[in-house]
């Protein structure tokens, strides 16, 4: 079983936060007409929504490769996902719109396509059991981002929580929310 790095975890989660958190004291500050209890009802849907995606689970075996959610995460918000080996016809390389790479499996029965799972602990790991369980050659196959990246959005994401913490405690403080 492989899971989504907990480095890439605590920094979207992180993020999140940062980006979000001070909504409900600007909407007050500025009498916005979105109530700030409302917008703390959203961030918090918004963060079990976010942790959700992020408890996606990798399960290989001898007979397939799988995508799971725990139960709690409805389908219509993520559905997994699971694709015999013997039905692998390939692995595909396509670019994104930002230039990175990522692979997809392609199904011999429907010629539907999986993306394989890159976040995860272990990559190389699951890499190798692709390999294995299919026989394609995945000697050029990278993750799509490397932990120095996502080490340096969550420094970034820690000072604008700084910032975030300090700006609301001087507003509080101060006096300067109604």
């Known amino acids: 079983m492989f899971r989504i ?22 909407a007050q500050a500025s009498e916005a007409p979105v109530p700030p209890l409302l917008l703390w009802v959203g961030i918090i849907l918004g963060a079990i929504a ?11 075996d001898e007979e397939q490769i799988q995508v799971a959610y725990p139960r709690w995460v409805p389908p219509f918000f993520r559905k997994g996902w699971s694709l015999p080996w013997t ?22 029965s429907s010629e539907k396509a999986y993306l394989l799972p890159m976040r995860v602990v272990g990559f190389a790991r699951l ?12 000697t050029d196959v990278r993750p799509l981002s490397q932990p120095w990246m996502y080490l340096i959005l969550l420094g970034f994401t820690l000072l604008l929580l700084l910032v975030d913490g300090w700006t609301i405690w001087t507003a509080t403080t101060q006096g300067l929310l109604p």
């Open 5 to 26: 790095s907990p480095l890439i975890r605590l920094t979207l989660l992180s993020l999140y936060s940062a980006l979000t958190m001070p909504l409900p004291f600007l």
């Open 87 to 108: 039905d692998v016809k390939d692995l595909k390389m396509r670019t994104t719109g930002q230039g990175g790479l990522v692979y997809y499996f392609i199904s011999q």
């Open 50 to 60: 976010l942790y959700g995606a992020l408890s996606e689970k990798v399960i290989v």
């Open 127 to 138: 890499v190798k059991l692709v390999e294995k369980y299919t026989g394609i050659d995945t």
